[in-house]
Nanobody
Framework: QVQLVESGGGLVQAGGSLRLSCAAS????????MGWFRQAPGNEREFVAS????????GYADSVKGRFTVSRDNAKNTVYLQMHSLKPEDTAVYFC???????????WGRGTQVTVSS
C-alpha cells in the first residue's frame, strides 16, 4: 500500500503562486506515475498534471499549461505542483494520486484546499 499526504494549499489572490506537496510513504517503488487532480464544488474531479517517478515524464491539462509545473524528488518520495498566475477558476480541492501501471490511479490522498480570490 501507498499513503499520500498533500500539503501547501491555502488562500491566495489572483495572479499569485502556491506550491503543493504530496508526500508518499509505503511501497512507493510500485508506483509508476503520480498525478494531481482537482475538484471544484459541483464539478467532477479533473486531471491537472502527472509525472513518472522514473524519467520524470510530465503531462498537463490544457487549462494549466504554462502556469503549473509538476516535479518530483525521488529521494524524498515527494511530488510537487508549482502553481503560478493563479485564477479564481483554479479554486478547488487538489488531490494527489498514484498509478501502479500508468493507467488508472490506484492510490489517493485526502486533498488540500486551494482558494483563489479575485
Amino acid at each position: 500500500q501507498v499513503q499520500l499526504v498533500e500539503s501547501g494549499g491555502g488562500l491566495v489572490q489572483a495572479g499569485g503562486s502556491l506550491r503543493l506537496s504530496c508526500a508518499a510513504s509505503g511501497r512507493t517503488s510500485s508506483t509508476y506515475r503520480m498525478g494531481w487532480f482537482r475538484q471544484a464544488p459541483g464539478n467532477e474531479r479533473e486531471f491537472v498534471a502527472s509525472i513518472t517517478w522514473s524519467g520524470g515524464r510530465t503531462g498537463y491539462a490544457d487549462s494549466v499549461k504554462g502556469r503549473f509545473t509538476v516535479s518530483r524528488d525521488n529521494a524524498k518520495n515527494t511530488v510537487y505542483l508549482q502553481m503560478h498566475s493563479l485564477k479564481p477558476e483554479d479554486t478547488a480541492v487538489y488531490f494527489c494520486a498514484g498509478s501502479i501501471f500508468g493507467g488508472q490511479y490506484d492510490y489517493w490522498g485526502r486533498g488540500t484546499q486551494v482558494t483563489v480570490s479575485s
